[in-house]
């Protein structure tokens, strides 16, 4: 996750023609000093060992309950409800709004001591009275966000939502020790957090399977009970509460001081208020259009009471779905998000200095600084997509289905993984600017141009199909938000160098094609391409993706070397640098 630029923080939301040729900004790119480039290594490998822990997570978690059966559906439907509805009621604020207000605060003579006093008070309180709310309706959200599920169904979901369900406070909490902590330049404690979460859910999902055993075949709603509910749910619980406590560690050694404070008088709330407005509306449609999303793709879960066991295991479901966006967002969350996650207050400084000729150069470096892994990456995805999906469809005897399954939604989402990470960053400099009107309407056009392709796909798709048109309507909204985004920020800041961003894309993107296709040898060889030894087992996928990613990585960073492509030093200078006789003394 290190790289060249500068960047920018932010909260990592899901999914959400040619550019005109733009000249390169008037100033060249603020060099990044080894301290800046430490900071980006250390959240990096935060973000990266907490995405791994998660793969193997939901690897585990396919183990002990299926892949594209009823109960991992159901189960990934009440665990994923808290934090949409996090993100739909407070995330925004939280992620975006606060964190000019706390780092104008930590300039005052007590470091901002008493505002983040009332603030983490405010939170306590706020986020404790919504979560008990939430709790005691459980049921009406479950029958609220599915689509034609049986009575045992949605009794199975609401069992796991009441457990699941107060994730909401302790999301609450850790988003707001967090921003805390990175007001105060401390970035790393908030991208290691979710490592604890996931060693956590690790040590409860493995003595689920050693306790009731992994799953094989049929339905597992047959034999599931009270105790497995519990297990599975409150250990998810359980994560997330930790992840929120492991946070007053740092922050107790940065000594604000901390203590309860009701007086919430005074402490700006109209004035965030009136940020949080807007915010707040795009957290609310951008969510609401997640919630009705996975309301839509619920319908694979019911669909499958209808077809035979074989049959079933071919139909994707929302576990699967986000399985697949819990892949791809992988190097966006390692690159984008942590050059962002640093570069978001330099755009804030820069706006408050007044310096707004910085905010060109500082976007353009952001931007091109992760091209490299980026669309490698989205390469790696579409070609070995057929052998990661094995690695998260269980050891069932239909695990080969639901790995093609699982594969096909891959590269749907993986298409629109390059834009995303270049519409964050853009998103950054509006946020920045204290700007959360204009997010507001960009996400509130995608959001309807997204709805309106799912619900066309609702009634003209056959519900065994749905989640690959969800999957395709996120890509394509991914494009169209990057192009709305570009345009206004080109409008009111005038030209970033859009025109090198894209020439260092098309140069990159061509070596990375060129790549997959050299990749595909040792993948047909290994049967990459007919169901064979790429798909016998977990380990054959591990040693197929070991092997064809090792191939496509030389081969691209050969070919970007031989084209001389210049930002290939910078993506790997901090590493080469550390490598012992490979830097000139």
Known sequence: MSQVPKSQPGSDQPHTGALEQVTEPADPPVPVSGGRSATYALMASGTLVSRILGFVRTAMLAMAIGSVTSVADIF???????????????GGIFNVVLIPQLIKASKAKDRGAAYTSKLVTLTVVVMGALTLVLTLC???????????????????????????????????????????????GKFAAFMWAPAVNNLIQLLVIGSFIIVFGAYSTGNPMDTWSTGKTVWLAGGATLGILMQSLVLLWPLKKI???????????????????????????????????????SKIVSGATAART???????????????????????????????????????????????????????????QGMRSTAIPIIFCTLVFIVLAGPLGRLFAGNSEHSIAAAAAIGQLLVLTALGLPFKSLQFFMLRV????????????????????????????????????????????????????????????????????VGT?????????????????IGCVPLALLGGFNFGFAYDSLLSAVITICIVGLVMAVAFVFLLHRTKVPELAGFLGPLVRRIPGLTKR
């Open 138 to 184: 459980a049921r009406p959200i479950i029958v609220a966000l599915t689509n034609n599920w049986t009575e045992p169904m949605i009794a199975l979901g609401t069992a796991f939502a009441y457990w699941s369900l107060p994730q909401v406070f302790f999301y609450g909490l850790y988003a707001v020790l967090g921003q805390v902590l990175n007001a105060h």
């Open 306 to 364: 209808e077809l035979s066991a074989e049959q079933a295991a071919s139909v994707a479901g929302e576990y699967a779905l986000n399985t697949s966006q819990l892949i791809t967002v992988l190097p966006h969350s390692l690159f984008a998000l942590t050059v962002a996650t640093v570069l978001f207050n330099d755009f804030t400084r820069a706006f408050a200095d007044k310096r707004r000729k910085d905010i060109g150069p500082l976007l353009n």
């Open 255 to 293: 000594n604000l001081k901390l203590q309860f404070d009701f007086s919430w008088r005074g402490m700006g709330l109209r004035h965030v208020g009136r940020l949080a407005v807007w915010t707040l509306a795009a957290m609310v449609i951008g969510n609401i259009s997640s919630l009705l999303y």
């Open 501 to 517: 961003v894209i020439d260092t894309y098309i140069r990159i993107g061509w070596m990375a094609t060129l790549a997959a296709i």
């Open 76 to 90: 990934e439907k009440a665990n994923v409800i808290p934090t949409i509805i996090f993100m739909l009621l407070a």
């Open 430 to 497: 509006f946020f920045a600017d204290e700007d959360t009107r204009t997010p507001m309407l960009i996400q509130s056009s995608i959001a309807l141009i997204g709805l309106t392709g799912a619900v066309l796909a609702y009634f003209l798709i056959d519900p065994v199909h749905i989640a690959a048109a969800i999957a395709f309507i996120y890509g394509i909204t991914n494009v169209i938000s990057a192009l709305i985004t570009h345009y206004l920020i080109k409008r009111r800041y005038g030209d970033y160098g």
